[in-house]
């Protein structure tokens, strides 16, 4: 109804008549409801914020002790003994792994996910789309662990002879250079992190381009362009803030995921040599702690641990506030 | 899948049954006959209580504890005991801040500073009298393999050292052709796994490594693996890995290896090889040394043993009690379960879930210094 007079359903704020629209910001009416209402909202994020905040000294004054008796360098050093009377321990090879394994894991799933959601809102037939919708997001549904026990169970005999073709083949390559891990690479876990987050970025991509003006799109038929010239031109441009966010949300997943990377990884001894290859083991931040959280015996210990998920939390951190920034500058110029 | 569980179970049942047949030819202990009737004096009045009893610590001791924990309960249904199998280092902090009843460990406390704390000591600061060591089960540490082709597998403690520490990297190595005369091995790249978290089984592992073959092993022991190889999480992990993999080798307690039916090898002291059952594990604990005095049982174990016929890899879990509770009511709690832990009738239990029972004399002693909990 609204396509016909170039308005879409969704715009809402500024209608062509201003005075008709509430100004938000100033719409309370002094009722109990309302107050109870914007109460509740503003303790609630109130919270929200407090706790992130609480999390982070907590993190920091657990730390931080541990840290001043570190006898190696924190960022930098590939040594990880973090016990005895000249506690040792840096993060260099669990930042590594951790940022590897995610970023394959994007390269994988962004493209593949955002696919899936023009597939659902521009392609499938309409019969399709919701069910297709409901069995996608089920994806998301599916405990971690249960990806960590297919993963080794099923997909790794699969992907064993794969890995060892691209080994032989392409060797030469620092980045797919031989080495003597056979399973858990940080290839495999990407690849199944890539799985595990797919969902969450076709959900959300799905949904905002759902939402692209219906003129927008028969604006750019009308003026001769095809399917996919369309997609180009009014769907990607209008769904990228919404994919940006979807793909900082699974990032985030793919960063922090423990439960089904501790099943599959496969850890280095000490002293392993360094290599960039992607067929190395090795572990994430997240990893790392869950499988030592049995033996937090000092503080010291404990301390380096913490200092560990520390990163991850300001790692974290610093890729959603760069997404923020991204969204917003997106924003500015679309307006 | 129906299939391979069948398997599975068949060869648990077939190796429990052969384990224990090898074990009542042997000698005259009671406890493989036990029928847990509590005929066997020691458990002929459980006391029971009424009220719960906590317990934390190793994990490698959970399936025993496990089976002690549903025989009390069978006697005593108002008691309820709860094990958390969270790691020995955990049970033994949960211990010294009061937070449990007793602790499961697999190393005894340790009487050196470690990151400047005494166990032992703070301990029996927690207790109010000196904590006890009491040895409970043994499990043994299989080295499994998996090769195609080879059924049958001699190592000895300097090969094994050198195959974990990645110096012999073929199965077809000259050093394992001297141990296998007669076998044809593969060339087959070796595999080694270990175990990611920090573990008793690779502390013991270590251990008997560095006592048996200390020219080739040359790392410190301990929790964490220090050796070559790819680490997988915990005793499945290693397993699972193993089981995947045409050449792996790995160390696991032996009811993982039993689960995955991994072929283990034969271990040659300097006295022949010997293969891993409840006889030969038997032996070597009964070597072992009490470090400790009086009723504290810390055992030390001949990791160098060569005695003949005694399978020198071994894993010994403790109970960390307090000799005398300050709360009398709880002393009484521990002191009954773990009269029925000590019992024929648990011990006879053990050998199915792929432990081995305590040599006979050992388990008088415990039976004894258990008694003495006030």
Redesign the interface.
Known sequence: MSSVTGVPTVNDGEGPDGQRVPQADRASTGRLGDRLFGGAATASGVIVIAMVTLIATFLIIQAVPALMNNQENFLTSRVWSPGGEEPGFGILEFLWTTVAAATIAMLIAVPFGVAVALFLTQYAPAWMRGPAAALVDLLAAVPSIVYGLWGLITFAPFFKPFQGWLESTFGWFPLLAQTGITGGTILFIGIVLSIMVVPIVTALSREIFGQTPLAHKEGALALGATHWEMIRTTVLPFGRPGVISAAMLALGRALGETLAVTFLVSSLPNGAAWTWSLFNGGETFASKIANNAAEFSSPTRTGAYIAAGLVLFVLTFAVNSIARIVIERRKAFSE | MSVSRTTVLGALALSGALLLSACASENNSPAPAAGGSGSSGSTGSTDCFSGNLKAEGS?AQKNAIDEAISVFQTKCADATIDYNP??S??G??QFIAKQVDFAGSDSALKTVA????VEADDAAKACGSPAWNLPMVTGPIAVAYNVAGVDKLVLDAEVTAKIFDGKVTTWNDPAIAKLNAGVKLPST?I?VY?R???SGTTENFTKYLKAAAPDAWSYETG???????????KSA?VA??VK??DG?ITYVELSYAKQNTLKMAEIDTGSGPVELNAESVGKTVATAKPVGSGNDLALKIDYATKEAGAYPIILVTYEVVCSKYSDAAQGSKVRAFLTTFASDAVQGQLEELGYAPLPTEVATKVQTAVKAIS
């Not at chain 2, 470690?114 to 704390?117: A, I, K, M, P």
């Not at chain 2, 929790?223 to 999480?233: F, I, L, P, Q």
């Open positions: 994990s969270s790691g280092g955990s033994i902090k470690v990151d400047g704390l790249p595999k270990f990611s978290d920090d929790k964490k693996w220090t050796g070559k190889g790819e680490g997988k999480e992990g699972t890995a995947g993999q792996g």
